[in-house]
């Protein structure tokens, strides 16, 4: 993979994780079946990211009994993951506009 | 042994030395990855392809841990923790940073222990104002004294300062370490799903 792609994704990353758990509450597996089909990575990255953002406080975890095997551990965005999240959405949404309308200009000298 | 079992073995064995509670933390969350995934029917060769290279994930989740302690507590072997995790982390461009990194530490290590002697020294010659005693030296006992005290300080100063630099550096490793987290691969023979 080209490594500037690489470090765009993993910028990303943890902005697309507390997206998913602003709609609804999850657990690992799940989001990380859901973000390496869109960002294709390892699904075992999202552990370790999942762990330093429960110690920034962005999210905190509380197990579910399962029907089958041992209880799953459920991560929900916490009040201080909220702000972060509307924080990095606004300036990724800033960002990309800035970005495509330096793309679109150049299309259009081009063209 | 199949593909769950070797995976998990070589996570812990990669995650040697963290706390006990910590690693089976860690164990327990991949074990729920490799249950889940055979819930929703796929095989463990599977599962184990997509998480990616366990060693590389034992050594980003060591250097993690690291770093944390090292801001939970300002201490020696703290430190010491966060230039083992970084070395672990292996990044290209630690060729660079590394003669610079060895330079700096044992430059300041120099200071240090100059600051130290320095103070040590200024501290003992000060009850008995030996100075007075040397040749060539004017002064009265008053000055001898004076002199010793100021001694004393300049060291101790030298010492304090080497130790707020240790710190600084420390905490710009722990930045140069968080940059260098990787998205870590799926395996090769990991199919892609949509």
């Known amino acids: 993979m080209d490594s500037n792609l690489v470090q765009f994704k993993k910028g990303v990353l943890e902005l697309c ?21 869109a960002i294709d990575m390892g699904e075992g990255t999202i552990y370790p990211l999942m762990r330093r953002m429960q110690k920034d406080g962005l999210v905190s975890t509380y197990l579910v009994e399962s029907s089958s095997g041992p209880p799953r551990k459920y991560y929900r965005l916490t009040e201080g993951g909220r702000k972060n999240l509307n924080a990095q959405k606004a300036a990724w949404t800033d960002f990309t506009r800035a970005v495509a309308a330096i793309l679109e200009l150049d299309l259009e000298k081009t063209s | 042994m199949n593909e769950r079992d070797s995976f998990l073995r070589r996570l812990r064995s990669g995650l040697w030395g963290l706390p006990r509670s910590a690693i089976d933390d860690i164990i327990a969350d991949y074990e729920g ?15 184990a392809a997509s998480l990616g290279d366990p060693a590389r994930l034992a050594r980003e989740l060591r250097a993690e841990a690291g770093l944390r302690r090292w801001e939970d507590e300002r201490s020696l072997t703290a430190a010491l923790g966060v230039i083992v995790g970084i070395i672990g982390l292996a990044a290209l461009d630690l060729f660079v940073v590394l003669p610079v990194l060895v330079s700096v530490v044992s430059t300041l290590f120099a200071f240090l222990l100059l600051g ?79």
């Not at chain 1, 507390?18 to 079946?33: K, P, V």
């Not at chain 2, 990855?33 to 599962?47: E, K, P, T």
């Not at chain 2, 304090?160 to 722990?174: E, K, R, S, W, Y």
């Not at chain 2, 968080?178 to 870590?184: D, P, T």
């Open chain 1, 17 to 37: 994780v507390l997206a998913l758990l602003a709609r609804s509450d999850s657990y690992g597996y799940d989001i990380a079946s859901r973000l390496s089909a």
């Open chain 2, 33 to 47: 990855h490799f249950d889940a995934g055979r819930a929703a029917g796929r095989s463990d060769a599977d599962v």
């Open chain 2, 116 to 194: 130290l002697v320095t103070a040590l020294g200024g501290g003992l010659m000060l009850p008995f104002a030996f100075i007075t005693n040397l040749p060539g030296f004017a002064g009265d006992r008053l000055q001898a004294g004076l002199l010793s005290l100021g001694v004393m300080s300049g060291g101790a100063a030298l010492t304090a300062l080497c130790i707020l630099f240790t710190i600084g550096l420390v905490n710009l490793l722990v930045r140069y370490g968080r940059a260098h987290y990787r998205l870590i691969a799926r395996g090769s023979n990991a199919p892609l799903r949509d």
